[in-house]
């Protein structure tokens, strides 16, 4: 029975209010309404007492205008396009080949494989680039030993500390940690495909190889595809990592500045530099559209296209 | 089909070379932070790749953190802001994923999709105003503030599953249950939401993992060292005993433990339910 059928235009259905109420007024208020009040503050600015009037664009030009602003702005947009192009070069293939690996038939130890591979996963990212920093720390010495054992001692450097390899290895550190959520999605993807399609080109001689390349993958590309854009949209709202490791300043000399740091010290301050809500709200309005244009990417440029060649 | 016949590209034993090789790379920076968590000063540094010896055993560190900071404390914020949460989300999520799944009324898909735009967009880009309407509400510094924000967080992607998940349910259920004359509140309360059991698990895993593990939001909305979630408290404790190896790496490992225990006792849950159902 539907509601329909009781003549919903006769009575109010009170149930489906009852039920549909607490849900959109928490998530309306404490998600929507947020939301959207950031974007409306991005037009206002505040005087010292506090107090807002509107200002149109002025914070947009401030950002995009002022040399000093520009510049930091572009910093963190860049640095932010290189940790995400680390993820999509590195995390996503390695999640891809661990999960082409785990779907392999009649594979032992799969589950725990599995079960391991994922566990740093679940870790805070905060604990885990405390991990990492003691681990590449010179004073520790274990990374050193290590290359040592190998022959490779002259290779070490402080990565986290050092302005051109501080971002790259942060960006690994999280690709290590997040590696196990594209193996997984990806791996119930392949698992999702029908074995009749396998076994026939099994029958013709392919061996797993072929099959993976010429048969799963292209079945597979939407989930690839979404693994992009969820890997997109973390990326964008990155900031514990950067946070916990290298404090809000993102050093040394702003080299591992994302949007997510700078953010937080527009809004809160820094140094010398006062906190401000508005400006705050146009960099959290300019992380949106960023992040926006990749959504409607994926889903105007991608998503329609892989559909109409999935099967 | 065996693993012999797949030797073109690499053989059983190449594929566990692989496998095995990267679960080491996985697992190493854990085990070797856990155990020099175990050691004396001395011996972290003398042998770091080690394990702890008799001679080096020492549990100075965790001694340091407990009398040094409320770690307890943290540990009980984080349990309760998590567990209620989940509880709270669970519920409602499941109300209104029932309503959007199974009555047609005017507006249901605008509605649907209204509640999935929180998937997408992250929440923290609403940070300023939140705190503004936490201020408002004076609730800074409250536990409470958290899990209004991670309940609103979390409800998008929990309809979006337990909607998928109730739309499996036979219908003659229900149509049975109505027949009988059942309240709509009664078919939901005592028919529906035990069927939807196994999708805690999954539901579970989304909700509490990203909200056990947040900095930004207790970092902003509840600082204060008597709401300090784990992962703040681990942040601010570490940032102040950085130079005091023995400390650090024991809260390291205190913050590392229970998570690790839980994940063990449920992962084939917690993996059956994400391969299982929400995203395909």
């Known amino acids: 029975?539907?509601?329909?059928?009781?003549?919903?235009?006769?009575?109010?259905?009170?149930?489906?209010?009852?039920?549909?109420?607490?849900?959109?007024?928490?998530?309306?208020?404490f998600m929507i309404y947020p939301l959207l009040d950031s974007i409306r503050l991005s037009f206002f600015t505040a005087d010292d007492s506090g107090a807002i009037s509107y200002a149109g664009f002025a914070n947009y030009v401030t950002i995009l205008g002022d040399p000093e602003w520009r510049a930091s702005f572009l910093n963190a947009l860049y640095n932010n396009l290189v940790f995400f192009l680390v993820h999509m070069l590195v995390q996503n293939p390695v999640g891809l080949l661990l999960a082409a690996l785990l779907s392999l038939p009649r594979l032992r130890l799969r589950s725990t494989y599995r079960t391991l591979i994922f566990m740093p996963t679940m870790?805070?990212?905060?604990?885990?680039?405390?991990?990492?920093?003691?681990?590449?720390?010179?004073?520790?010495?274990?990374?050193?030993?290590?290359?040592?054992?190998?022959?490779?001692?002259?290779?070490?450097?402080?990565?986290?500390?050092?302005e051109n390899t501080a971002l790259v290895t942060l960006s690994l550190i999280s690709v290590w940690q997040f590696v196990g959520i594209p193996m997984i999605l990806i791996y119930a993807a392949l698992l999702l495909i029908p074995e009749d399609l396998t076994e026939a080109a099994e029958i013709d001689g392919a061996n797993h190889w072929h099959i993976f390349w010429h048969i799963k993958l292209p079945l597979i590309l939407p989930t690839i595809a979404m693994v992009s854009i969820l890997t997109f949209i973390a990326n964008f709202n990155a900031f514990d990592l950067i946070y916990a490791v290298k404090g809000a300043l993102a050093g040394p000399n702003f080299s591992t500045d994302i949007m997510g740091t700078l953010f937080y010290r527009t809004f809160f301050g820094f140094q010398l530099q006062l906190g401000s809500p508005t400006m705050g709200a146009t960099v959290a309005t300019l992380m949106f559209l960023v992040i926006l244009v990749g959504v409607l990417f994926y889903l105007f440029g991608v998503q329609r296209r892989l559909r109409r060649y999935a099967m | 089909m065996s693993m012999q016949k797949?030797?073109?590209?690499?053989?059983?034993?190449?594929?566990?070379?692989?496998?095995?090789?990267?679960?080491?790379?996985?697992?190493?920076?854990?085990?070797?932070?856990?155990?020099?968590?175990?050691?004396?000063?001395?011996?972290?540094?003398?042998?770091?790749?080690?394990?702890?010896?008799?001679?080096?055993?020492?549990?100075?560190?965790?001694?340091?953190?407990?009398?040094?900071?409320?770690?307890?404390?943290?540990?009980?914020n984080s349990l309760s802001v998590t567990l209620i949460t989940l509880?709270?989300?669970?519920?409602?999520?499941?109300?209104?994923?029932?309503?959007?799944?199974?009555?047609?009324?005017?507006?249901?898909?605008?509605?649907?999709?209204?509640?999935?735009?929180?998937?997408?967009?992250?929440?923290?880009?609403?940070?300023?105003?939140?705190?503004?309407?936490?201020?408002?509400?004076?609730?800074?510094?409250?536990?409470?503030?958290?899990?209004?924000?991670?309940?609103?967080?979390?409800?998008?992607?929990?309809?979006f599953i337990l909607s998928e998940f109730m739309r499996q349910i036979p219908g003659d259920l229900k149509e049975a249950a109505r027949c009988d004359g059942i309240s709509e509140y009664g078919i939901f309360f005592h028919i529906i939401l035990p069927l939807v059991r196994p999708a805690i698990a999954t539901v579970g895993v989304f909700t509490m993992v990203p909200i056990w593990n947040d900095l930004w939001f207790p970092l902003i909305l509840a600082p204060s060292?008597?709401?300090?979630?784990?992962?703040?408290?681990?942040?601010?404790?570490?940032?102040?005993?950085?130079?005091?190896?023995?400390?650090?790496?024991?809260?390291?490992?205190?913050?590392?433990?229970?998570?690790?225990i839980i994940y063990l006792i449920f992962s084939r849950q917690l993996i059956r339910g994400i391969t299982s159902g929400a995203v395909k």
């Open chain 1, 1 to 29: 029975m539907k509601t329909t059928q009781t003549g919903w235009l006769g009575r109010f259905p009170w149930h489906i209010a009852v039920f549909l109420a607490p849900a959109v007024l928490i998530y309306t208020l």
């Open chain 1, 123 to 162: 870790l805070s990212v905060v604990i885990i680039g405390f991990v990492w920093q003691l681990i590449l720390s010179p004073l520790w010495g274990i990374s050193e030993t290590l290359l040592y054992y190998v022959g490779l001692v002259d290779w070490f450097e402080p990565w986290l500390g050092q």
């Open chain 2, 6 to 76: 797949m030797r073109k590209p690499l053989g059983a034993a190449g594929v566990h070379a692989i496998l095995g090789a990267y679960t080491v790379l996985a697992l190493w920076p854990i085990f070797l932070v856990i155990a020099n968590s175990f050691k004396e000063r001395k011996a972290i540094f003398r042998d770091p790749l080690a394990l702890p010896t008799i001679d080096s055993f020492s549990l100075i560190g965790f001694e340091k953190v407990l009398g040094k900071s409320s770690f307890g404390l943290y540990l009980f």
């Open chain 2, 87 to 159: 509880a709270i989300v669970l519920l409602i999520g499941a109300m209104a994923a029932w309503a959007l799944s199974e009555y047609k009324f005017k507006g249901n898909t605008l509605l649907s999709i209204y509640m999935a735009i929180g998937i997408m967009v992250p929440i923290r880009l609403g940070s300023v105003s939140i705190l503004q309407l936490i201020v408002d509400l004076d609730l800074t510094n409250t536990r409470t503030a958290l899990v209004l924000v991670y309940v609103a967080q979390s409800l998008p992607l929990a309809i």
């Open chain 2, 225 to 260: 060292p008597e709401t300090a979630t784990i992962t703040l408290g681990v942040q601010q404790f570490i940032g102040q005993y950085v130079t005091d190896w023995n400390s650090v790496l024991a809260s390291l490992t205190m913050a590392i433990l229970p998570v690790l």
